[in-house]
């Protein structure tokens, strides 16, 4: 008989497929004919040298006098950075004006690069200049909410190969973060406690769906997984925003990130993929009852008709099998 599950954060149900479950190995992606990808494209606005082609960098890390990390204002940016805010409604018409702000994170100058192949150094060096530029970005009175994500790969919807990530700074507060929050509000109201500690210490009591474990981290399968292989990243310790990460955090985090995205990269062979920083935002930083978290979602299923029109998911897949087979996943030769 199929499952529904519930995912406690969101309310969100899914189906777990248990009878027609396709077994993990189904999943390795098929590649007949890898590219090889080069580590330097000439007309790539992301190579070392083609600095010119992008609108003049916000952030940079350097090493031995060259830039390892670069953070420029999106080109085809989906929000504008200038002008002031403002809200109208007209009946049941509501706008605001699409301020906000809109970077890439060019991870390394190296095109053909993939975060798990980097070191734990540069990973660090991304993580921070996340914070950076969270912090940075928040300050800025027209902006509510920080989103960073990463799309790897044309069905996670990136064409463009050279490594990187974004941050997208909203004049309101996302539906996604706010159903979260108002969810974890009542919990916190009924329980006196924060839902994210709760269902970490429960999953760490459980250990059938952790994937691996770090000083500060935890990386984990959902029990309401809604696609196959999404994992959540929670900090052991309670902080609502991202932008609360202490340094010797932000190591463990790249050391975290690099392991799973290796893990998904060696066990999945290379998958699409989208990784989001699912933080408070920035004015409630020190909420007891929300707690930041990284979700992974490896691109392996299509969204279709039911999904659309019911807002439930089809899991394929069992969550507990698929945190077996991630944790066993050998990373030693990356
Ligand atoms: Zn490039
Ligand atoms: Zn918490």
Redesign the pocket.
Known sequence: MPELRQNPFTKQWVIIATERAKRPHDFVRKNDNPVTIPS??AN????PG?EHLTPGESHSVHRNGKWQVRVVPNKFSALSSEGELSRMVDGLKRTVNGVGIHEVVVETPD?SQTTALLSEQDIEMIVRSYKDRYFAITDDTRVEHVTIFKNHGTSAGTSL??PHSQIIATPIIPPDIRTRMEVALRFYDEHGKCIFCKVLMDELAEQVRIVHETQHFVCLVPFASLTPFSLWIFPRRHMASFGEIQPEEMLDLARMLRIVLAKIYNGLANPDFNYVVRTAPGENRYSRYYHWYVSVIPRLTKVAGFELGSGMFINPTIPETNARFLREVDVSNL
Do not use: D, I, Q, S
């Open positions: 330097y494209v790539c606005p992301f190579c083609n095109h190969e050279h």
